[in-house]
């Protein structure tokens, strides 16, 4: 498979993990987080971890668009989706994550007409075969799938679609980062950079990394190769006493993003004040809501939410995982009470999780096994 | 997936995958033309890839 195959080499990837062993200084301990929940789910599916040196210690990062939607947001999903009339969408991943009283596929077997979809188009297709009923979508994600909600929504502007809305829950990479290294808790030598948000808005929006806090960062694809490759590239960083923005994933990141996708995007969205993070709790700028020429098809504004916020259950720590302060078996609940089939905490409950892609992987094991 | 078939006037492409799935895919981002490979996330080309 062209673009697959020779990114998963297993001899380059010998050659690269001895380059990696060869690069780093003997008793530095290094630690780089990857962003992205796509990365966290290659490294643990391809065991990219057990080829690097024991003193390189990856750090999962919040780039995981389910795992940052806090529970009072799935509660106010959940009762849009009681109302009369409606036909609530939203992606597979969504439907399991636990808000206060229960997830969206509790109340979809309680009766809400709750379905799921691969994208906000097949949504937008719901609408126009149901035009006696409202049709919401939850959009959730990063600026990797803002411009997919964008796109719908014209569409359903254009097209005239009067029975269709977007309940916006899309964030913001950049915020994040920012509160995480503002943060004490967390001492961090680099980045591997996400490499699908970059897609989108290039590599350009992190080069406060090297430039505010002096740390490199490296946006990278998500097979095994681009990953070794990417750290393989910020110890050459730290070696050579660099600190800037390096690009991996050439083969489909330009550095200025995609034109087309921040123009639509900064047409149909504009950022919220703040916006509560799981784990993270509020950011300012960190969120997106529809703008004043969309705010006709706000489901916020079409319906009556909630909008209450709700405290995490006091045995899930997707917050302190979220923040990368503590690895995913460290948490008191995983793997006992919390599991993919039955969530407590959202990184439990999708495949980019850290939680779900430790526990799908085997990854019970309280020391590394270092090859 | 790569591109098998443009429609312009609906901003629309047939796409397949590896494992010979096929499914449109809205191309309002990217200039592409059968054949093409493209990087595709919630229905929608991000990307074409290049060499």
């Known amino acids: ?371 | 997936m790569q591109v098998e078939r443009v429609d312009d006037d609906r901003g629309l492409a047939l796409c397949a995958a590896e494992d010979g799935s096929k499914s449109t895919v809205e191309i309002a981002l990217v200039d592409v033309a059968p054949g093409d490979r493209v990087l595709v996330h919630a229905g929608v080309a991000l990307a074409e890839l290049t060499a």
């Not at chain 1, 997919?148 to 980062?177: D, Q, W, Y």
């Not at chain 1, 089939?341 to 495949?351: A, K």
């Not at chain 1, 939680?355 to 020391?367: I, L, Q, S």
């Open chain 1, 1 to 371: 498979m062209r673009y697959v195959d020779e990114f998963r080499d297993p001899e380059l990837g010998r050659v690269l993990a001895t380059e990696i062993l060869a690069a780093v200084e003997p008793g530095r301990h290094y630690k780089f987080m990857e962003v992205c929940g796509g990365h966290t789910h290659s490294i643990y599916k391809y065991g990219v971890d057990d080829l690097l040196p024991a003193n390189v210690e990856l750090v999962h990062g919040p780039g995981c668009p389910v795992c940052v939607i806090p529970m009072g947001r799935v509660d106010d999903g959940i009762a849009i989706a009681r109302e009369p009339g409606v036909i609530f969408t939203c992606f597979g991943d969504m439907m399991r994550v636990p808000g206060s009283t229960g997830s969206l596929l509790e109340a979809k077997a309680e009766g809400a007409d709750i379905r799921m979809v691969y994208s906000p188009l097949d949504a937008l297709r719901i609408a126009k075969h149901n035009p006696d009923r409202e049709v919401v979508f939850f959009a959730i994600g990063f600026e990797t799938t803002a411009p997919s909600t964008a796109l719908t929504l014209k569409r359903a502007k254009a097209e005239g679609v009067p029975n269709f809305s977007c309940m916006c829950s899309h964030v913001t990479i950049v915020p994040p980062l920012r509160a995480l290294l503002d943060s004490p808790d967390l001492r961090l030598d680099g980045f591997v950079g996400p490499g699908h948000v970059s897609t989108v808005v290039g590599a350009r929006p992190f080069e406060f990394i090297p430039a505010d806090y002096g740390k490199p960062i490296v946006v990278a694809g998500f097979e095994p190769l681009d990953i070794l490759q990417a750290i393989r590239m910020i110890l050459a960083q730290l070696a050579d006493g660099r600190c800037e923005v390096e690009n991996q994933y050439s083969r489909v990141v330009p550095y200025e993003g995609n034109r087309r996708a921040l123009e639509v995007m900064a047409e149909v969205f504009e950022l919220r004040p703040h916006f509560e993070w799981r784990g993270l709790g509020f950011i300012s700028q960190s969120g997106l809501k529809l703008s004043e020429a969309y705010a006709d098809l706000d489901a916020e504004v079409r319906f009556s939410v909630p909008g209450v916020r709700v405290a995490d259950p006091k045995a899930c720590q997707c917050g302190e995982v979220l923040k990368g302060v503590i690895k995913p078996w460290e948490c008191k609940v995983f793997g006992t009470a919390c599991t993919p089939e039955r969530p407590i905490g959202t990184c439990m409950v999708s495949s980019e999780g850290a939680c779900a892609a430790y526990y799908n992987f085997g990854r019970f094991a309280r020391e590394r096994e270092v090859v």
